[in-house]
């Protein structure tokens, strides 16, 4: 079984508030989309490190699209220097709230997921919906999505060693219950 980090999600507050009609058309040369009648947010990607932004009036933020934290961290270090520059004031510089950690992998082998249902615990598993098992390891960090063809993702995990509890305990548990 392998799995790697696909998708950092954090977010923060740079602790002033803003005009987002304004700050679109400051920030227009970083492919902004704001269109409040749809979203109260504004999203803009950062040319560097390649995130994707969602800012919104009271400051704070969300960040997406990062394949590691410190490209998070770069990121997050972008956006102060972006709308500080703005506004014209400095604002809060603190790092970024890591809220998910999202890897997929490969067992590299199928699965019955009829039987896999019904010998894990756990499980939400309804084909006519979705696809996979979801399946929610006993430690309770993260929801990992199992497919036939043996790929899973695992998501709603903060840290890299809840993602390393969950993935030994999920590999043990399909270890244990199939055999080859």
Known sequence: MNAELVNVVAGGDLGVSMN??????QISQYSVSYEPEVSPGLYFELPKSGVTVMLFGSGKYHLTGGEGIDQILEANNEVNDII????GEKVSENDPDIRNLVYRGDFEREFDLEELATSLENTDYNPENQPGIK???SDEFGLITIFRTGRFTLVGVETKKQAECSLREFKN?????VSD
């Open 20 to 25: 987002l009609h304004k700050l679109s058309s």
């Open 173 to 177: 548990t399909i270890t244990e219950l």
């Open 135 to 137: 399946y929610r390891p």
């Open 84 to 87: 500080g520059e703005c506004v």
